[in-house]
């Protein structure tokens, strides 16, 4: 069963930063792709970045790029979102959510979409980053 835990939100002044933690068990193959999204109250669910796992190939929301980067550790277990620069409109709930193979998803479907809700198959339960003016 695949599980995804995520840690690391709390409250920061504007200008700040932060780092979540997405804490990753279950996955059966080893380029499974993990994403962040974010959801600020009467939004909808936003991705912010990706990462698959294997090569550590990074995606970016345009409204994050310079800001936030996506890592993982070396045992490719827990996944980072540090978060740098955070602005009032960065406030939401941070999910982490993942997909068990990049391989065969393209096999299958023929192409991915690393910022989609759609694209993932498993998510945690939401950790709130609040930004303060």
């Known amino acids: 069963e695949v599980q995804l835990v995520e840690s690391g939100g709390g409250l920061v002044q504007a200008g700040g930063s932060l780092r979540l933690s997405c804490a990753t068990s279950g996955f059966t193959f080893n380029d499974y792709v993990i994403g962040w999204f974010r959801e600020a109250p009467g939004k909808e669910r936003e991705g912010v970045s990706s990462?698959?796992?294997?090569?550590?190939?990074?995606y970016y929301a345009e409204s994050v790029k310079g800001r936030f980067t996506a890592s993982t550790d070396n045992a490719k277990t827990t996944v980072y979102l540090q978060m740098s620069t955070l602005k009032p409109e960065d406030t939401a709930v941070y999910y982490c959510a993942g997909f068990g193979s990049l391989r065969r998803r393209i096999m299958s479907e023929g192409s991915w979409y690393p910022l989609q809700t759609r694209t993932y198959d498993y998510w945690g339960q939401g950790t709130q980053v609040t930004v303060s003016s």
């Open positions: 990462i698959s796992i294997k090569d550590e190939l990074t």
